[in-house]
């Protein structure tokens, strides 16, 4: 396992990180199992959220009695002040700590949303005022517009970054990873088979693991797959296989989009899967997961060229911040079930 030094805290953490957001969907021996598997070999970076159902309440109930031997991040989806203060504590009380490594402002993709987060009653405060406390140690940003992260944390408010990074979804490399590295942040790469559409596995995690980020945060919820993605990660990333690596990336990374949600589907449609599943599913196929979310979209999927709003100015891409032809590959898209 490689480790390194998470920017300006002073820890080391592991290359591969343990996202827990999947766990409140098996048995809680299962999920047991596969942290402490984790923690047995090597894994010291457990990511989870206040939002993921109860994934704060797992972690607590199967290695709270293990807290020293892992960086523990959790994170707030609140942007004012009082109501980030309360989920603060009540993720303490779930993951029974007294003190949560990285709190993050989580999922801040509108430049409204980082105002509300930073005024004075948001809950930026609400974090440093725990920090303060010695109840958070450091604080952190997530988001899905790398560009705007990338000039949120130029201004030094934050101890880390998460942000996307795989083979269909490249882009934190054109502005954010160099800004964090200026910055002396920590770098944290999530969904690195972007929602369980890329594989083979072992090269979807090869990817993040080539780049300059700390740590990768793979949604695992069994023994078998930390084994899996420990494997990936057992030998370096050589030149050769990088910039293989790099071309595929740049031929799956030409949907351009970057899953911030701002598009919607009158007919239910999930856009940013369909668009950043496309050359994957193209060029490499999909993976059981990605297969049965295009089973699952059939009808929308099929209904959009019928859709008449739509026909002469689709109604999702007047939302696009990157102006994609989004109704052009949600049709295109009907092919894979001829």
Same mark, same amino acid.
């Given at each position: 396992?490689?480790?390194?030094?998470?920017?300006?805290?002073?820890?080391?953490?592991?290359?591969?990180?343990?996202?827990?957001?999947?766990?409140?969907? =098996?048995?809680?021996?299962?999920?047991?199992?596969?942290?402490?598997?984790?923690?047995?070999?090597?894994?010291?970076?457990?990511?989870?959220?206040?939002?993921?159902?109860?994934?704060?309440?797992?972690?607590?109930?199967?290695? %709270?009695?293990?807290?020293?031997?892992?960086?523990?991040?959790?994170?707030?989806?609140?942007?004012?002040?009082?109501?980030?203060?309360?989920?603060?504590?009540?993720?303490?009380?779930?993951?029974?700590?007294?003190?949560?490594?990285?709190?993050?402002?989580?999922?801040?993709?509108? =430049? #409204?949303?980082?105002?509300?987060?930073?005024?004075?009653?948001?809950?930026?405060?609400?974090?440093?005022?725990?920090?303060?406390?010695?109840? =958070?140690?450091?604080?952190?940003?997530?988001?899905?517009?790398?560009?705007?992260?990338?000039?949120?944390?130029? *201004?030094?408010?934050?101890?880390?970054?998460?942000?996307?990074?795989?083979?269909?979804?490249?882009?934190?490399?054109?502005?954010?990873?160099?800004?964090?590295?200026?910055?002396?942040?920590?770098?944290?790469?999530?969904?690195?088979?972007?929602?369980?559409?890329?594989?083979?596995?072992?090269?979807?995690?090869?990817?993040?693991? #080539?780049?300059?980020?700390?740590?990768?945060?793979?949604?695992?919820? #069994? =023994?078998?797959?930390?084994?899996?993605?420990?494997?990936?990660?057992?030998?370096?990333?050589?030149?050769?296989?990088?910039?293989?690596?790099?071309?595929?990336?740049?031929?799956?990374?030409?949907?351009?989009?970057?899953?911030?949600?701002?598009?919607?589907?009158?007919?239910?449609?999930?856009?940013?899967?369909?668009?950043? %599943?496309?050359?994957?599913?193209?060029?490499?196929?999909?993976?059981? *997961?990605?297969?049965?979310?295009?089973?699952?979209?059939?009808?929308?999927?099929? #209904?959009?060229?019928?859709?008449?709003?739509?026909?002469?100015?689709?109604?999702?891409?007047?939302?696009?911040?990157?102006?994609?032809?989004?109704? *052009?590959?949600?049709?295109?898209?009907?092919?894979?079930?001829?």
């Amino acid at each position: 396992m490689r480790y390194s030094q998470f920017g300006q805290t002073g820890h080391r953490v592991s290359a591969l990180g343990f996202g827990a957001m999947n766990l409140p969907g =098996v048995p809680l021996q299962q999920a047991g199992d596969a942290l402490n598997y984790a923690l047995d070999h090597g894994i010291n970076y457990i990511d989870t959220a206040a939002g993921y159902r109860n994934s704060e309440e797992i972690i607590g109930e199967t290695i %709270s009695h293990r807290r020293s031997e892992f960086f523990l991040a959790t994170k707030t989806g609140k942007r004012d002040y009082a109501s980030a203060k309360e989920e603060i504590e009540r993720s303490l009380a779930r993951m029974k700590t007294d003190v949560i490594d990285l709190l993050q402002i989580h999922y801040v993709n509108y =430049v #409204s949303e980082y105002k509300l987060a930073m005024e004075e009653n948001g809950s930026y405060r609400a974090a440093l005022e725990m920090k303060e406390a010695g109840k =958070v140690r450091f604080i952190g940003i997530t988001g899905h517009r790398p560009e705007l992260l990338a000039k949120w944390v130029s *201004k030094g408010d934050f101890d880390q970054v998460l942000f996307h990074l795989n083979l269909a979804q490249p882009f934190a490399l054109d502005e954010l990873i160099p800004m964090a590295t200026k910055m002396g942040m920590g770098k944290v790469a999530m969904k690195p088979l972007s929602g369980g559409f890329i594989q083979p596995v072992e090269k979807a995690i090869r990817y993040p693991y #080539s780049q300059d980020v700390n740590v990768i945060i793979s949604g695992m919820v #069994s =023994v078998d797959e930390v084994k899996q993605n420990l494997a990936a990660m057992e030998l370096e990333v050589e030149a050769e296989e990088r910039k293989e690596l790099e071309a595929m990336a740049l031929e799956l990374g030409a949907h351009n989009c970057r899953r911030c949600n701002y598009c919607s589907c009158p007919i239910g449609v999930t856009i940013p899967d369909i668009m950043i %599943s496309s050359q994957v599913r193209k060029s490499l196929g999909l993976l059981p *997961k990605g297969d049965g979310f295009y089973q699952r979209m059939k009808e929308p999927i099929m #209904s959009c060229a019928d859709y008449e709003p739509c026909r002469e100015k689709p109604l999702c891409e007047e939302k696009c911040p990157y102006h994609l032809p989004m109704q *052009k590959v949600v049709q295109e898209a009907a092919s894979y079930f001829a």
